[in-house]
């Protein structure tokens, strides 16, 4: 969003206290310092930077904030919380805000998403994570089959990357698999994208 | 008994949510009630002459105003009444805005609760009984405590005036932080050079009594006659003989002892004269430092001192002032700014504080006024300052804005560019604060004229990238980026906080400080350089961040309190004081023992021993009261007879 | 001593050398890890960053499985999973959140969880400086390391209980009390990337270029890790960090178990050295160790 000529019109008091509530953070303690985005290690890969988001977040307006690049983009290091003069755990922010987004169907930046459901995908079947399943289900989701195609020779060669998956015996990736499934039909009984 | 009851309107301060009208009504009920006004502004001329007439017409002795706090007025209707005729103690005051119109919505609640205040305070003036203040002489002697420029201002005014001022000072040299500014904002003027004579002045004025390089040790008394222990620390040179020609430390083989007042950006001599304009121009032995004090081998500076003025072994001593004032100017210090560990909390040599870096511009610090990066020697080419560091940052309990930062960081960076031309400054700020006489022009000037560049927005964090410089990552909230600077030297602009000691001072004085440390001042608006203790005063920032031209006003404003205090010959007491029931009382000596004040004694009546209060020391605080087993101990206008009628009344 | 440990995934894969090292040093210290029986992954980033009860009820049935073992102590080597569990742990105080977690459960968690803390500050905590620095065989004398923590150890402090979270200095200590020169080194605990490196790789790459500089400026002989994760961007995928910084670093990073197996004088090959993508064979050379032949090349 760009032009924001009427706050009142575009101010959404739910989605503040939504944020509030989700997070633990008190919006209004923010003054702007930016020290947030001063420390911020993935600030360049950002449409917004943190404070604008922080801003954004505090004057309710909910599209501008959920659409952004830059939630997606949070490396959830929290040199953010860590510094901030206000103790507003900002990094908490960021990802109350990613949650909300993603429950919307609102996510700006997919392939980072896909990334994530490459991950846990291996993990609900297997119990735990296997790094070339993962990559193998990245790329037939992002369609970026060369994706660090660089590295393969040499975590080949170094037998970094085994080929079969690790299950956990005795029942126990039925029991992670379960948790997945729940996790699902809870959502879908909430009605929120899981 | 007849009793007037005023219940004040406020304005809508009070009428908005208490029915004054009811409570007027109610109150006409109360015993010993014969009027009831509903005034618009008691305070005012009108609503004070109306009850002037009131008194009259229907021969009241007696009066409750309900209104603000006493706090606020108390002292105006007392006059009020005594212009009436009445006793100034024939007086009740219930407090309902403050304690009820202010703080409850509830328009009926608020007036029970008001008509329950106005009860109470009939019940108590109806015990009520006139009191008399007693008078005292005044010893017109005022001590200052602290000689910055704060302390220097007061002493000189009260000086001036023919006051003779006691002026206490810790270092062993006056000017405060003052002294160790190369330059003065707006105006760029060398701040030795406008602070240098008014230190000589000190030094030279026949009212003036100098104890540098002291502490105040205790204080006891009451205003109009205080008597203050110094401690007068052992420099080990006898001042009587010292020349200050220096000698010495020429000679001192103790090279490198830590040079405080260069805020150890240098070294100096174990025995040395802080600065070469210091007053009183003395040298001290810095006694962790000097060989022969810690290893008993050396002696040079005896043997060279022309006129034998060292002595090893010299001991702290005490004397006694009485005064009949205290003023206190003790300034502040920097906070611990090594906290923050994302600056490098200290470990990097050349981030320092904005008071290292005047050092390094003045032509009296360790670099002679050549400015240099301390890691190298090398001349800085890319100089960072940033602000707010210990400051606006609740993060570390530190919310408060120390006030003069803006300003001299605009300062220095423009000197930076006069000392070196070549150079580029950047300054990082959160907000601009320049609301003084021609202070936002001056920070124009040094975007403007000098290129400083302003960044707005904070400082996340400060390393060395390991080939010499420093990263400061900060951001410009302004063009919304994240933003890093490669520099060659860091200022920081750190916040300020109570000098140390500055608690433990308050306490020997008997005065509140707030949370940052600061002393309160008796209110906010009104009364900024009074305290709550009759006689003691605040002047400069020992009261809150300010910065020179404040810090003289305020000087100047206390020494104006003391000489109005002064031109009276003899002070009354306040007799809200305690006495002794002397039929009750057993002699056990308990109030004795427990009053902070020394104002109670034992004294010998027909045989028997008894207490007696020593009405001009009593500060009425009323621990004997609470304290005496056979209640014999009773406080003027709050006796337990006074009280008990006041819980009757409303438990009635 | 018995400890509960908590291996995670990257130690089974791509991080088989740190689970070497961090094995053979703790056996070497007389800490006895015993592997949680069917643990499973805690679901790293991408758990917590889809929803946060689901990467809890991921960590707690492992601290649930920890629950039924004798040991009063969780460890586990890697700062992600470290991460994962403590706030899983402290988001089941809350009874509401528990409940929600719960639901996602076979059966409701335990109760009480065994403490969590990293194999790190259980080493310190088994044996202080003085005793490490007993057991040591070769002393790294040689050697000057620049100790990087990465974002998870130390942070946020209040659950993660690692020290100062700007200036964490445990492994310092580990380091010295083996004789290196460790460097105060300021981007400890910056961020390397973390698992950007596949959907975002010039992110990694720039972040974790940033630390390998200032490494290289240093001129240190190697930058000493705890997390498999900061080890893959900053190692495997050096190649990438180069490109993006349009440099060469050459930049050995260590697992800091080997560095400290190294003093203990395990071989090269019983720290799963050979796994490290910029070969040791120069910090071997300085320690002058044999067996350079068995760490890797490029």
């Given at each position: 969003m760009s032009n924001i000529t009427d706050i009142r019109l575009k101010r959404d008091a739910g989605f503040i206290a939504e944020v509030e509530a989700a997070s633990g953070?008190?919006?209004?303690?923010?003054?702007?310092?930016?020290n947030c985005t001063a420390g911020c290690p993935a600030g360049f890969a950002y449409d917004k930077q943190v404070n604008r988001i922080m801003r954004g977040a505090q004057l309710g307006l909910k599209d501008d904030v959920l659409n952004s690049r830059a939630i997606w983009m949070c490396?959830?290091?929290f040199t953010c919380s860590l510094r901030c003069p206000n103790n507003i755990d900002v990094a908490a922010i960021m990802e109350t805000l990613r949650h909300m987004a993603r429950k919307k169907n609102m996510?700006?930046?997919?392939k980072v998403e896909k990334f994530w459901f490459s991950f846990l995908n291996t993990v609900r079947a297997f119990g735990r994570s296997w790094e070339i399943g993962t990559m193998a289900l990245y790329m037939l989701r992002?369609?970026?089959?060369?994706?660090?195609i660089d590295l393969a020779p040499e975590a080949l060669k170094k037998q970094k990357l085994p080929f079969k998956p690790y299950v956990v015996p005795n029942g126990g990736a039925g029991a992670v698999g379960r948790i997945f499934k729940r996790y699902r039909e809870r959502a879908d009984r909430e009605g929120v994208r899981p | 008994m007849r009793i007037g009851v005023f219940i004040c309107h406020c304005g809508s301060n009070i009428a908005g949510t208490v029915d004054c009208t009811k409570v007027a009504e109610i109150a006409k009920?109360?015993?010993?009630?014969v009027y009831t006004a509903e005034p618009?502004?008691?305070?005012a001329e009108p609503g004070q002459t109306a009850m002037e007439d009131a008194i009259h017409e229907y021969r009241l002795d007696g009066v409750v105003v309900a209104s603000c706090s006493p706090r606020m007025h108390e002292a105006t209707f007392r006059r009020t009444v005594e212009r009436a005729g009445?006793?100034?103690?024939?007086f009740e005051m219930a407090?309902?805005?403050?304690?009820?119109s202010w703080i409850g919505k509830e328009k009926d609640a608020n007036t029970n609760k008001a008509a329950e205040l106005v009860e109470i305070a009939v019940a108590k003036l109806r015990n009520n009984r006139p009191l008399t203040a007693k008078t005292f002489d005044v010893t017109k002697k005022v001590l200052i405590a602290g000689g910055g420029v704060a302390g220097i201002q007061s002493a000189l005014d009260c000086a001036d005036g023919g006051v003779p001022v006691i002026l206490v000072e810790r270092?062993?040299?006056?000017?405060?932080?003052m002294a160790k500014l190369d330059k003065t904002f707006p105006?760029?003027?060398?701040s030795a050079c406008i602070l240098g004579p008014k230190m000589v002045d000190v030094a030279q004025h026949p009212n003036i009594t100098l104890h540098a390089y002291?502490?105040?040790?205790d204080v006891s008394g009451y205003v109009g006659n205080f008597s203050v222990k110094i401690r007068k620390l052992?420099?080990?040179?006898d001042w009587e003989k010292c020349?200050?020609?220096?000698v010495c430390s020429e000679k001192?083989?103790?090279?490198k002892t830590p040079d405080a007042f260069n805020e150890f950006t240098g070294t100096t001599t174990?025995?040395?004269?802080?600065?070469?304009?210091?007053?009183?121009k003395k040298a001290v032995i810095n006694a962790r430092h000097c060989r022969q004090l810690t290893?008993?081998?050396?002696?040079v500076c005896a043997k060279f001192c022309p006129t034998g003025?060292?002595?090893?072994?010299m001991q702290d001593s005490i004397v006694t002032e009485e005064v009949g004032c205290i003023i206190a100017a003790t300034g502040y210090d920097l906070m611990?700014?090594?906290?923050?560990r994302e600056y490098g909390g200290g470990a990097y040599?050349?981030?320092?504080?904005s008071l290292q870096y005047e050092r390094l511009l003045s032509s009296s610090g360790p670099t002679g006024?050549?400015?240099?990066?301390?890691?190298?020697g090398g001349e800085p080419q890319n100089v960072v300052f940033v602000q707010c560091v210990g400051s606006r940052?609740?993060?570390?309990g530190r919310p408060q804005c120390s006030a003069f930062c803006c300003m001299y960081t605009a300062k220095q960076a423009v000197l930076t560019k006069e000392h070196l031309p070549e150079s580029q400054s950047y300054v990082f700020y959160m907000d601009i604060r320049a609301p003084g006489k021609m202070y936002d022009e001056f920070t124009r000037r040094a975007m403007e004229e000098y290129g400083v560049e302003y960044i707005r927005g904070r400082v996340s964090a400060i390393y060395p990238d390991g080939l010499g410089q420093y990263v400061v990552m900060g951001s410009d909230t302004l063009l919304g980026e994240p933003v890093e600077i490669k520099a060659d030297l860091v200022v920081l602009a750190v916040g300020i906080e109570a000098a140390r000691g500055t608690r433990a001072l308050a306490e020997k004085l008997r005065i509140s400080y707030d949370k940052s440390g600061f002393f309160m001042e008796?209110?906010?608006?009104?009364?900024?350089?009074?305290?709550?203790?009759?006689g003691v005063f605040l002047a400069g920032v020992c009261q809150g961040a300010k910065d020179i031209p404040a810090s003289v006003a305020q000087g100047s404003a206390a020494a104006a309190k003391v000489m109005a205090l002064f031109a009276r010959d003899k002070l009354e007491n306040n007799p809200q004081i305690a006495f002794v029931d002397l039929r009750r009382c057993?002699?056990?000596?308990k109030c004795i023992r427990c009053c902070p004040f020394g104002a109670i004694k034992e004294k010998d009546i027909r045989g028997e021993t008894k207490a007696q209060v020593i009405e001009t020391v009593?500060?009425?605080?009323?621990l004997c009261t609470s304290t005496c087993p056979q209640g014999a101990a009773q406080l003027s206008h709050a006796t337990d007879n006074q009280i008990l009628a006041e819980v009757n009344a409303l438990c009635r | 001593m018995n400890y509960a440990y908590y291996p995670g995934c990257s130690t089974q894969g791509a991080s088989t050398d740190y689970e070497k090292s961090t094995r053979a040093v703790c056996a070497a210290l007389g800490m006895n890890l015993v592997e949680l029986p069917e643990w499973n992954c805690c679901g790293s980033t991408p758990a917590h960053a889809v929803d946060t009860e689901l990467s809890a009820a991921l960590c707690v049935r492992n601290l649930d499985i920890a629950a039924r073992q004798e040991s009063e102590t969780l460890l586990t080597p890697c700062p992600s999973c470290l991460s994962n569990l403590k706030h899983a742990a402290k988001r089941m105080q809350n009874p509401e959140a528990r409940a929600r977690v719960n639901e996602l459960l076979d059966n409701p968690a335990a109760s009480e969880f065994p403490a969590v803390t990293s194999v790190m500050q259980g080493m310190a905590a088994h044996l202080d400086a003085k005793e490490i620095a007993s057991r040591t065989?070769?002393?790294?004398?040689a050697l000057t390391f620049a100790p990087y923590y990465g974002?998870?150890?130390?942070?946020?402090a209040e659950i993660?209980?690692?020290?100062?979270?700007?200036?964490?200095t445990l492994m310092e200590s580990l380091l010295t009390a083996c004789s290196a020169t460790v460097l105060d080194f300021?981007?400890?605990?910056?961020?390397?990337?973390a698992s950007y490196?596949?959907?975002?790789?010039s992110m990694t790459a720039r972040l974790s270029a940033r630390i390998l500089q200032l490494a290289t400026d240093m001129k240190v002989d190697a930058i000493v890790v705890a997390c498999p994760l900061c080890q893959m961007n900053l190692d495997l995928r050096q190649p990438q960090a180069e490109k993006a910084a349009d440099t060469r670093f050459a930049m050995p990073v260590l697992y800091f178990t080997q560095a400290l197996g190294l003093a203990f004088g395990f071989s090269p090959d019983t720290l799963g050295?050979?796994?490290?993508?910029?070969?040791a064979d120069s910090l071997l050379r300085k320690l002058g160790?044999?067996?350079?032949?068995a760490a890797g090349s490029r």
């Open positions: 953070q008190k919006l209004s303690t923010c003054y702007q310092c930016g490396l959830s290091c996510v700006s930046v997919r992002s369609l970026r089959v060369f994706t660090d | 009920k109360f015993p010993d009630v618009m502004y008691t305070c009445l006793n100034r103690y024939m407090n309902i805005r403050e304690h009820v270092e062993s040299t006056i000017g405060g932080k105006t760029v003027d060398c002291s502490e105040i040790e052992a420099t080990y040179v020349t200050g020609c220096g001192c083989p103790s090279k174990a025995v040395s004269i802080s600065f070469p304009q210091a007053i009183p290893k008993g081998k050396c002696g003025a060292i002595d090893y072994a611990d700014w090594t906290v923050y040599p050349d981030v320092i504080t006024g050549h400015l240099i990066r301390p890691s190298d940052d609740k993060s570390i008796s209110h906010v608006k009104l009364k900024p350089v009074e305290t709550n203790t009759a057993v002699g056990c000596g009593c500060q009425g605080c009323g | 065989r070769k002393s790294l004398s974002c998870l150890m130390s942070r946020p993660m209980k690692f020290g100062d979270p700007e200036n964490p300021p981007l400890k605990t910056a961020c390397c990337g490196g596949i959907p975002e790789r050295l050979e796994k490290l993508r910029v070969s160790t044999g067996a350079a032949n």
